[in-house]
């Protein structure tokens, strides 16, 4: 019984991470770079953190099985915990305090990424 949860628990992580990867390419494919994937800090972990000129996105990614249950699936202790992340980021990257920022939300489900860009705010 325990095996059976943590192959299922490996699985939603590979599922995640290729979401993750997946949403990279189509971010870079409009124009962004990539600064972190899998962005670590003592609160936790940003997944993609990118510049697009003189502006830094925080972004979230999730796959899901519908956009419906994506839009559901970001809860709010989650973009909290985003947030202090970025003032982590921040505060270790000062060449970008005088940069623009916001926090976007990737939802994947099948081979489409949907982009909400500035989903909340800080």
Known sequence: MAFNHLKKKQEREEKGRCAEKWAALFLRLKGYKILKHRYQNPLGEIDLIL???????FCEVKARQS?????????PYQQKRIIKGARCFQTKYPQFQSYDFRFDYIIVHGWRCHHLKNAWQS
Do not use: D
């Not at 510049?51 to 996105?57: A, E």
């Not at 956009?67 to 809860?75: D, I, Q, R, S, V």
């Open 51 to 57: 510049q697009k000129g003189k502006l830094i996105v």
């Open 67 to 75: 956009l419906n249950k994506g839009l559901e699936a970001l809860a």
